[in-house]
């Protein structure tokens, strides 16, 4: 089952800043839900070709991904790529908007093995997930000011 799932929220920061902590491993279980542990396996700083592994929970199963770093353009993009438990491209873009700016997250990707089975779950499950995710980032980046 294809999974394309996209959500936005306008963020009360800079791209830059919205940027800067969405690229910091370290802040991912901050935000991301799910997400109990990241690691850059690549040497600091994050950029294209870096390599970050993730321990998640998902459907009630503990799992590891790595995820690579397809693209890099601060402020304004970064885009990763996941090939194993499922196979999933994860883009962040950051515009300007009105002294804010306008975060968005695209998840796209296919299930398998485990999750092929349970693909009627997945998707509004991941969707869910991603719109919770891109609210929390937002609570958290403006109750830092």
Avoid: C, H
Avoid at 19 to 44: C, F, K, Q, R
Avoid at 50 to 58: G, I, P, W
Avoid at 123 to 145: M, W
């Amino acid at each position: 089952m294809p999974i394309d799932v996209s959500a936005e929220a306008t963020i009360a920061r800079l791209p830059a800043e919205v940027m800067t902590y969405v690229s910091d491993p370290a802040n991912d279980p901050s935000w991301i839900g799910g997400v109990v542990e990241a690691e850059l396996l690549s040497d600091p700083p994050l950029a294209r070709g870096s390599q970050v592994r993730r321990t998640a929970k998902f459907l009630g199963r503990r799992f590891d991904y790595v995820t690579e770093v397809t693209e890099w353009q601060p402020p304004e993009a970064l885009a990763m790529r996941a090939t194993s438990p499922f196979p999933m491209d994860i883009r962040y873009e950051f515009q300007e908007n009105g002294g804010g700016t306008l975060a968005r997250v695209r998840v796209q990707g296919e299930g398998g093995g485990f999750f092929r089975l349970a693909a009627p779950l997945l998707a509004p499950q991941v969707r869910r997930n991603i719109r919770a995710d891109v609210e929390r980032l937002k609570a958290l980046l403006e109750s830092e000011r």
